[in-house]
């Protein structure tokens, strides 16, 4: 008999911009449901068990309140954190834009690059996009982390987020 799965402790933050779907992201990982109404988030701790290669990852999932250059990171969404999602609209420049800013504070914030994962989202609002594919690619490429695009409304590439490997081992 397979000896029982191994639990890990992680703690995950997602991090993007007002308004670009963080909490639809999150909401969808881990309640498997889209929510249809936009309510600005304070910040709220989401947790959910991922099974990760032959391990279960006891995941602390911190939803943040949207940021700016000027934002201040609490101690909540900083202190023993495992990794960093960080969320943009593929239907807002700003939102990319604003989002390098964050990366950039975190990193300096931190001390070293953290694990994170580049996140666009909305994808499925492909008629109103404002930021290329290529540019999250390139943007990803330079901070070393993976990149995706997802659509919490059709629940595209939610999962592939979240659970990437690099934020969980």
Not at 112 to 129: A, C, I, K, Q, T
Request: with cysteine; glycine share 8%; hydrophobic share 35%.
């Amino acid at each position: 008999m397979a000896p029982p799965p191994v639990e890990v402790q992680r703690k995950l933050t997602v991090l993007g911009y007002p308004g670009v779907g963080k909490s639809s992201l999150t909401t969808c990982f881990v309640e498997n449901r889209f929510v249809e109404n936009y309510d600005p988030t304070i910040e709220n701790t989401f947790h959910k068990t991922v099974r990760f290669k032959h391990a279960h990852f006891v995941t602390d999932i911190v939803d943040t309140a949207g940021m700016d250059e000027y934002s201040h990171f609490s101690q909540a969404a900083s202190v023993g954190v495992h990794g960093y999602v960080l969320v943009y609209s593929i239907c807002s420049r700003t939102s990319f834009e604003k989002l390098k800013l964050i990366n950039e504070k975190l990193v300096n914030l931190l001390g070293s690059e953290p694990p994170r994962v580049l996140v666009g989202s909305m994808s499925d609002l492909e008629g109103n996009r404002q930021v290329s594919l290529e540019e999250g690619q390139q943007a990803a490429r330079q901070w070393g982390c993976p990149f995706t695009e997802c659509s919490a409304k059709q629940n595209e590439n939610i999962s592939t987020n979240i659970c990437d490997g690099s934020l969980l081992v």
